[in-house]
């Protein structure tokens, strides 16, 4: 995948954790993720796109009620099927980061996620 397929495969996943309908979320988590792709964190896995639905939704909910978005930091890199890029999560207001992180994909043949490690964290108190 060349620098600009991955920033817009990144972009497509970032978009899903940040839309607010629920159908469209869906659609977009079929055509990213593959049907048996796995969801991991440090709290739970998620096996499949139901569960993995289940998860962005939840965060959606909780992450935009407080009004907090989801960014990419640009900076997607990848070879030999595997994708690692970083995100934050900020306030919409503001843009105060609340939580950034790593995540590291594997795809499939066809571009499909089969499993996403998600390493997020707090930035240090000052």
């Not at 869906?26 to 739970?44: C, H, P, S």
Request: with cysteine.
């Amino acid at each position: 995948m060349s620098q600009r397929s991955l920033n817009a495969l990144v972009d497509r996943y970032i978009a899903t954790w940040n839309e607010p309908e629920p159908d469209v979320r869906r659609k977009m988590i079929d055509e990213l993720w593959a049907e048996d792709g796995t969801y991991y964190n440090r709290l739970f896995v998620c096996q499949g796109r139901d569960m993995v639905e289940a998860a962005v939704s939840t965060a959606y909910r909780e992450y935009s009620a407080k009004g907090f978005a989801f960014k990419s930091r640009n900076d997607a890199y990848g070879h030999h099927g595997g994708v690692k890029f970083g995100w934050v999560l900020a306030a919409r207001s503001t843009g105060e980061v609340d939580t950034f992180g790593e995540e590291f994909l594997i795809l499939d043949g066809s571009g499909q996620i089969v499993a996403d490690y998600q390493f997020g964290l707090r930035p240090p108190a000052i």
